[in-house]
């Protein structure tokens, strides 16, 4: 808490009446990106309202883009998870709730695109998108991470039906 108090120059009493405990601010900190993270995805799939297939591929390649920042060290939410390893921490509790509601978009998103097993297409997606952020956080955003978009299409062609 005293880092956030010489970081943003708030006093520890102002900081104490927003937020009762770290976790408590770090929950938070957990929410806000969740929402910034949802209005860039519907933005995106907005785009390409109409065809589920191809709003499948877009949340991958904004996972993709994601990874190119400079300042890239792994998802916030899955490391947020790894972070606080106990259920009941309001963080870890934020960040599981963000990739739950990931999986279940992109299981709503395959079953309109008719995928043949849209449980099976939703989870291979989360292990593409997982595996993307775990190998740019450590190998880099061009080394396997760089092959997500074509892991994801060849995924999705296998298991949307054409026209």
């Given at each position: ?20 405990s ?9 929410r ?24 499948l ?5 904004l996972?993709?883009e ?11 939410f ?20 963000h ?32 595996g ?18 074509a ?13």
């Amino acid at each position: 808490m005293q880092q956030v108090v010489e970081e943003t120059g708030l006093g520890k009493s102002a900081l104490y009446r927003e937020f009762v405990s770290k976790d408590d601010l770090v929950a938070a900190w957990v929410r806000e990106l969740d929402a910034e993270s949802w209005s860039r995805m519907e933005q995106a799939l907005a785009l390409h309202e109409g065809d589920p297939a191809r709003q499948l591929l877009t949340v991958v390649e904004l996972a993709q883009e994601s990874v190119q920042a400079p300042d890239f060290h792994g998802c916030t939410f899955y490391n947020t998870s790894a972070e606080f390893r106990d259920p009941a921490h309001p963080g870890r509790q934020e960040a599981v709730a963000h990739l739950d509601r990931l999986r279940l978009r992109l299981r709503a998103l395959a079953e309109a695109a008719h995928a043949t097993d849209p449980d099976a297409l939703a989870d291979m997606l989360m292990l593409v998108i997982s595996g993307l952020y775990a190998n740019a956080a450590t190998l880099g955003p061009t080394g396997p991470a760089g092959r997500a978009v074509a892991a994801a299409r060849t995924l999705i062609d296998r298991h949307v039906p054409r026209g």
